[in-house]
């Protein structure tokens, strides 16, 4: 599997750190009540199909965004986290 | 016997060879099979399950058959393929799977009682009596499975891994593969050529046939001259593709040395990226399944053409055919024209057209054949009647089966197609990559290289780049016509999977008893589970169970082909990853310092560390450490901390990025002091510890334990780029830039004075302080903190000067009636002192646990503040930390041990608790335990029992505060 | 009055020569890491480009001039090698010495991107990554930098105290490289 790091470009699979859905990015406030934080911290979606999840470029110490597909493995584009529109 | 003028090794030097023991001498480029056939050696090994006298079925990787071991001892190699085994001077080959010897093997016995052996037979023993399984049936497989066996010595040799990348990466160097190869890089691509054949040109090599009016051996040296002189080529032969993979990933398998004797790497496991592929891996020629259709000297008819016209080998005198096609009537063609005896053509086919200077057989079968190790005579049923041949050699052709199964590697199911009556692979079944000839069921030569070009420009075009104009080579072009025959009927078992022994019976009994799913009928009666994957016999089992459960062969099936395509030896996949290669090793500036000193090292993560000091006149580890903590309250010791990350963090909002990853406050930490500070996961639970110190109004520099640093690191990467992109704040590892020293004790300031060009004081340093001091002026830190209870510092240099500060302070200290100390007196250090470490932060564990709730500050934001507030997390009942005081100071604690009520039984229902460090301490003389047990903090002076199962241990203890020194601190603050 | 003594991350263990392939050691010093805070990075540059004859580098990229050199480091932040980061960065990045952290090492010869191709996951290939080039990636288990300076020669950059393991996977993989070719 290759990954693209929007930095260093296209590499092996090897090289990143898998975090899970991307929704990781949209952290409640503190006060958003426990069944916000309880869909932040605990509960993700299992889609077979379109999936945006972070991905970490350890190298070169870079957050990105993949918008992937499991079913078909394509990695359809990667974003700088930093310029993903929240 | 080798035929006189045949072949392509005229010329070559002649090789010594062993096998079984015996010498023979064969040719340079022969294979172990090619040379024993010219030996007219034709028994090479027993099958699987019943020991059956086996020969070489094929000339190819796909090899079922003749399996043998080569090498000796350590450097032994099992299950080697004789037909891809290079023979070199020396080589000394063995068969396998046979005892005494290959010709007189006790445990064809299976052979015998074969009819208790058939399809399910592992399954139906799981179904007998237990006392059966155990007493019987298992020493009985176990001594009876497998086939070659490994030395059980470590193989010293060297493996490789390698990486390489390429536009088109094109499989198989037949007339498909060459012209592919040739297209795309006269088109301009980055070009690698792999086929795991030592020699490239695939069937090229082993026809009698003309391209562009040359012999086509001659054709092919010509092509692969061009492409080896063009430098955006790579030729890599010996080189097996085993694998496609995700996003144009392969892996390829190289035989680097296994040609010569041993020295130098032997294999190479290559990981090839292109941006596009051209699957030009030909097609495997399948057997027919008549009566005893497994004897030594059948084999495949492409494959005695390949001998006869590559090695110059006919494997017998008088050769017999049987075929159900027009591509057989080349063998018998080729080996009459080379003067080798054909005793007969047998074609299935009633209206099959032959003409030769041989007896034909037309509408015939073969329904019997004898010959106990090795084929003697066939009995053939045809239109004219039955009759004997006697025969040393039958070459056998079912078809040709494309070879599709890289293209099933992603899941790509193969298509139908009944003109060849096997499976083409599905378009698009790997993205990237095109089929191309044979492998796409296109069979004759001028079709493949046709084939090639036309593949090579869709990759092309796919890459955005021009194909250019080839001109297409004359070439035969026959086309290819069969009619199916997968069965003889017959008394005689019919074998399918040469290896595993499954037999047309197998198949028919799976169907019966209802594994009609051709997965279920694969898994029940083993059929393509052998070594080869049923590369031979997968497309005639499905054909037979389609017959025997009334369904069309495309709607019974195909089995899933997965990586890898040919067996990959675990040390070529794991290569770099042995020994030293395993995981890098890291060593601290001090490390040379106390290697000297004799300390052992324990592995911290990668780091190595000194866990004690010995000196002259203790036993144990225990003396060390006892002294060394003894040392440490009395005077002064000295350890290397430089593996606790250190992170520099900067920027105009550095303080506020520290109060939201840290559960408490660091805006209001003054320049030039230090504090503890606690980090939480987003779940509420403790994530790392350490301190962290203010250098400046906007630099602070953090420490991390040393097991957590890289994901600390990660961490603080995720809340600057994720959860926080505002914030200006730029975070450096400067882990590796410092070495970093504590020295703890009541005489730790004498000792860093000694060091430092300004002296410090406790007014001006106190407690907590940090700042930059000169040390022999070399700029470096200091910071007084402590993870000993003792007054302490820690003193920094960078790295260039590590070792020779710690030389420095090592033999200041002895002086002053110190010294070193290692891992097992700091751990010794911090548990009198009830300090934690990964060992109860493990991640399952809240600040409120470990009694660190008030760390957790409720005035702003951070990261794991509102999930440790949830209900459960802050509840009396949780294990809490307690400290463990044997009552009999010398009784055992052990790591690991549960925790229960002093008469409670011992048992999961009744756990409250389980002990996390422990250790003896020579301070109060006494062992001491770190704990964490139900509503602990309010239960110090309860006596409790502590009960380690596995260890046999039961020891009653009085519950404790865990700090068992100094409460008050005084000592730190010296 | 003590007296401290320097050590190389690398000293004693290079140079190393195995068939057509040479390893030596290559000191960083000065070295400091340079990471622009916000909206600083085109005075960064330019302050740069003023002082040291270099400006900040793109992604992968190395500039040199006149031994001072310049080579990206990750998202944001470059390591300036050979000379002070000018006094006037202070306050518009955050400046780190790193001139010990490292242990850099090159190999060259030929052969040596062969050798590097045993151990480097990455497209080392001449047209793909030519000579300034450089990538964060492995070597082998450890995360590294490595540049080309020559058609035939790369720096190779690893934690200090992973420089060992450095020299035994490099020295493994000419071992085998100079095996084939003998
Ligand atoms: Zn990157």
């Known amino acids: 599997m290759r990954i693209t790091c929007p930095l260093c470009g296209t590499r092996d699979r090897r090289e990143f750190t898998w975090q899970g859905d991307a929704l990781a990015i949209h952290r409640p406030a503190r006060d958003a009540g426990p069944e916000a934080w309880d869909n932040y911290i605990h509960l993700r979606e299992n889609p077979a199909g379109k999936t945006r999840d972070l991905w970490y470029h350890d190298p070169c110490g870079t957050w990105a965004v993949a918008e992937r597909d499991t079913v078909t493995h394509a990695v359809h584009s990667t974003t700088l986290v930093t310029e993903v529109p929240r | ?425 599905r378009p698009g079944a790997i993205p990237g990559m095109v089929v191309a000839g044979s492998a796409q069921g296109i069979f004759s030569t001028s079709g493949c290289l046709a084939d090639g070009i036309r593949a090579a420009g869709k990759v092309l075009q796919s890459l955005g780049m021009k194909a250019p104009t080839i001109e297409l080579p004359t070439a035969e072009d026959q086309t290819y016509a069969l009619e199916p025959l997968w069965v003889v009927e017959g008394k005689g078992r019919k074998w399918l999977d040469f290896q595993n022994d499954v037999t047309v019976r197998d198949i028919r009994l799976a169907a019966q008893e209802n594994f009609r799913s051709v997965e279920h009928m694969k898994r029940y009666t083993t059929q393509g589970m052998a070594t080869d994957q049923g590369k031979n016999s997968n497309v005639a089992a499905l054909a037979l169970l389609a017959d025997a459960t009334g369904r069309g062969i495309p709607e019974t099936g195909t089995t899933t082909f997965r990586p890898p395509y040919v067996p990959v030896s675990i040390a070529a996949m794991g290569a770099g990853g042995q020994g030293m290669g395993f995981a890098p090793q890291r060593f601290t500036t001090s490390h040379q310092a106390s290697h000297e000193r004799g300390a052992p090292m324990i592995e911290a993560g990668y780091w190595y560390r000194p866990s004690y000091f010995p000196r002259p006149g203790e036993k144990t580890w225990l003396d060390s450490c006892n002294r060394e903590v003894n040392m440490v309250r009395a005077s002064v010791g000295v350890c290397d901390v430089s593996t606790l990350g250190k992170i520099d963090i900067q920027g105009h909002d550095a303080a506020t990025f520290l109060d939201f990853v840290y559960s408490n406050t660091f805006s209001t930490l003054p320049v030039g002091r230090v504090r503890y500070g606690l980090m939480l996961r987003e779940d509420g639970h403790v994530m790392d510890d350490g301190t962290t110190a203010r250098l400046g109004d906007n630099h602070y520099v953090m420490t991390t334990t040393t097991a957590a640093a890289g994901l600390v690191m990660r961490h603080l990467d995720f809340v600057a780029q994720v959860l926080r992109p ?249 | 009055m003590v007296k401290l003594i320097a050590r190389t991350p690398l000293d004693g263990l290079t140079p190393v020569t195995i068939g057509t392939v040479t390893v030596t050691e290559v000191t960083l010093d000065p070295m400091t890491m340079i990471a622009p805070f916000k909206n600083q990075l085109a005075k960064v540059d330019a302050l740069l480009k003023a002082g040291d004859g270099v400006g900040f580098p793109a992604p992968n990229r190395m500039e040199s001039s006149d031994g001072v050199r310049i080579l990206w480091a990750g998202q944001g932040r470059a390591l300036l090698i050979g000379a002070d980061a000018p006094a006037g960065l202070r306050g518009l990045a955050a400046l780190t010495d790193q001139a010990d952290a490292s242990a850099c090492a090159q190999i060259s010869g030929a052969g040596a991107v062969d050798a590097l191709a045993r151990l480097v996951p990455v497209d080392l290939r001449l047209s793909h990554f030519p000579v300034g080039q450089t990538a964060r990636t492995f070597v082998n288990h450890m995360a590294a930098s490595v540049t080309r300076t020559a058609p035939d020669a790369f720096e190779v950059m690893v934690m200090r105290s992973m420089g060992q393991t450095l020299i035994h996977e490099l020295t493994e993989a000419m071992t085998n490289i100079a095996a084939r070719n003998a």
């Open chain 2, 1 to 425: 016997m080798r035929v006189a003028g045949k072949g392509l090794l005229t010329g070559a030097a002649p090789v010594s060879f062993t096998f079984d023991g015996t010498s023979y001498q064969g040719l340079q480029g022969d294979t172990l099979a090619s040379a024993l056939l010219a030996n007219d050696v034709r028994l090479m090994g027993r099958s699987f399950k019943y020991h059956r006298p086996r020969g070489v079925l094929t000339a190819g990787s796909e090899e079922p058959s003749a399996l043998v071991r080569v090498g000796k001892g350590s450097q032994a190699v099992p299950n080697v393929r004789a037909t891809q085994q290079e023979i070199f001077d020396g080589i000394d080959a063995a068969s396998q799977n046979r005892w005494p010897n290959l010709k007189y093997d006790v445990l064809s016995v299976n052979d015998l009682i074969s009819p208790f052996l058939s399809a399910g037979f592992y399954y139906k023993t799981f179904m007998w009596p237990r006392a059966f399984w155990e007493g019987l049936y298992e020493p009985f497989i176990r001594r009876a499975a497998g086939l070659g066996a490994l030395s059980g010595e470590s193989n010293a040799e060297p493996y490789e891994k390698a990486f390489a990348f390429c536009d088109v990466l094109v499989i198989g160097s037949g007339p498909a593969g060459l012209m592919a190869a040739l297209t795309a890089a006269r088109g301009g691509a980055d070009v690698i050529l792999a086929d795991e054949d030592s020699r490239m040109g695939g069937r090229l090599l082993a026809e009698t046939e003309a391209v562009d009016g040359k012999p086509a051996a001659h054709w092919t040296a010509d092509i692969l001259n061009e492409l080896k002189g063009m430098p955006n080529v790579r030729l890599m032969n010996r080189t097996t593709v085993t694998g496609a993979y995700d996003h144009g990933t392969f892996g390829a398998l190289e035989r680097v040395g296994l040609h010569g004797p041993a020295d130098g790497p032997r294999e190479c496991f290559w990981r090839i990226v292109a941006r596009g592929a051209v699957l030009a891996a030909g097609a495997l020629e399948r057997p027919i399944a008549f009566p005893d259709n497994d004897r030594p000297g059948i084999m495949t008819a492409g494959a005695v053409r390949a001998y006869l016209n590559r090695w110059g080998v006919s494997p017998g005198r008088e050769v017999t055919i049987f075929g159900n096609n027009d591509d057989a009537h080349r063998t018998a063609r080729d080996l009459a024209d080379a003067g080798v005896r054909v005793a007969g053509l047998i074609d299935s086919r009633a209206d099959a057209k032959v003409t030769g200077d041989f007896p034909v057989f037309t509408g015939g079968k073969i329904i019997a054949t004898r010959g106990r190790l090795g084929l003697e005579n066939i009995t053939v049923e045809h239109e004219g009647g039955t009759r004997i041949i006697r025969t040393d050699c039958l070459a056998m052709s079912g078809g040709w089966n494309p070879s599709v199964h890289l293209t099933c590697h992603m899941n790509g199911r193969p298509e139908w197609k009944p003109e060849i009556a096997s499976f083409i692979p």
């Open chain 2, 726 to 974: 505002e914030l200006d704040v730029q975070i450096v590892s400067v882990t590796e830039q410092w070495a970093q020293f504590s020295v703890a004790g009541p005489k730790s300031r004498d000792l860093v004075n000694a060091m430092l060009d300004n002296h410090v004081d406790d007014a001006s340093f106190p407690y907590m302080a940090c700042g930059s001091v000169n040390v022999s002026g070399v700029p470096g830190r200091l910071f007084r903190i402590s993870f000993s209870g003792e007054q302490a510092y820690e003193i920094a240099v960078p790295a260039r000067f590590g070792g020779s500060l710690y030389r420095l302070m090592t033999a200041q200290a002895e002086s002053m009636g110190g010294g070193p100390y290692g891992m097992e007196a700091l751990n010794v250090l911090r548990i009198e002192k009830g300090f934690i470490t990964h060992a109860e932060i493990h991640g399952r564990t809240t600040a409120f646990d470990i009694g660190m709730d008030r760390m957790v500050s409720l005035k702003k934001d951070c990261i794991g503040q509102t999930a440790s507030r949830r209900e459960g997390l802050l509840e009396d009942t949780r294990e809490q930390l307690v400290g463990l005081r044997p009552i009999a100071a010398e009784a055992k604690l052990t790591a690991g041990a549960h925790l229960f009520d002093k008469e409670a039984e011992a048992i999961r229902v009744n756990d409250q608790g389980y002990v996390t460090s422990v250790c003896y301490s020579p301070t109060l003389k006494t062992n001491l335990g770190l704990a964490f047990l139900k509503r602990g903090r309010a239960r110090h002076g309860e006596v409790i029992r502590l009960v380690d199962h596995l260890r046999k241990i039961e020891t009653l203890c009085e519950v404790c505060d865990p700090v068992f020194l100094d409460p008050e601190g005084e000592r730190l603050r010296g």
